[in-house]
């Protein structure tokens, strides 16, 4: 019964290599995002997407790129690894028809690059 | 864009007393101000939030407080105990990104 779900929950990886973050909610929400948080705690967000708009951080690498098979995934895909991208990913999802964008999260992706 | 601020980044306090952290926006047209909470290791959780029709607003033992005209809000936490150690996040929801901007983060420790 969990809400928002991301697999896996720990990824060690070589630099150069190219992964995937799933995510899924079963909250029926519209709208989903993924947040880089850093070693030093900051909450950043990347991606805002729903089914008509999809909002980039312009601080994201186009390394980065997030895609979404229906409403209830957002996966995060990411190439060409590198030592910078080390941090916790967090998925999460609101309901569009929320003025105030209530956000539920998921449990967060550690990624170490090596 | 929206810039949040968030202070102070460490707070220590002893069991049974009270906490504030602070944060200021720079966006006039921003409508919705959520404080999280995050336990080491978890996810970052919702525990209060305050809109900006509404000047304060409390459960509890923790409140939120809004000055829309000089664009802070504070948390408020009283009768802290051990388990109210985290790391607290405040954010704005700007009006026109409807994307949230958090805080840098206070990492508030209660000692027994």
């Known amino acids: 019964d969990t809400a928002v779900s991301q697999t896996p929950k720990y990824l060690v990886t070589q630099m150069g290599n190219d992964k995937s973050i799933k995510c899924e909610q079963n909250?029926?929400?519209?709208?989903m995002y993924w947040y880089k948080q850093d070693s030093k705690k900051f909450l950043k967000i990347m991606f805002s997407?729903?089914?008509?708009?999809?909002?980039i951080n312009e601080t994201v690498p186009n390394r980065f790129s997030p895609k979404s098979p229906d409403k209830a995934h957002l996966n995060l895909h990411i190439n060409s690894l590198e030592l910078g991208d080390s941090a916790v990913y967090f998925c999460a999802s609101s309901p569009i028809h929320s003025v105030y964008n209530e956000q539920f999260f998921g449990p967060g992706t550690r990624l170490t690059v090596l | 864009g929206e810039n949040v601020e968030q202070h102070p980044s460490t707070l220590s306090v002893q069991e049974g007393d009270s906490a504030v952290i602070k944060c200021t926006y720079s966006?006039?047209?921003?409508?919705?101000f959520p404080w999280y909470k995050q336990e080491l290791g978890k996810r970052p959780q919702l525990i209060i939030d305050i809109r900006s029709n509404v000047g304060e607003k409390k459960d509890q033992r923790i409140a939120v407080t809004l000055n829309k005209t000089a664009k802070h809000f504070s948390l408020h936490i009283t009768e802290t105990q051990p388990e109210d150690s985290a790391v607290y996040f405040c954010?704005?929801?700007?009006?026109?990104?409807?994307?949230?901007?958090f805080g840098s983060g206070t990492q508030l420790t209660v000692l027994p």
């Open positions: 966006d006039s047209a921003s409508n919705y």
């Open positions: 909250l029926g929400h519209d709208t």
């Open positions: 997407y729903n089914n008509k708009e999809l909002i």
């Open positions: 954010a704005v929801l700007s009006g026109s990104a409807r994307q949230l901007t």
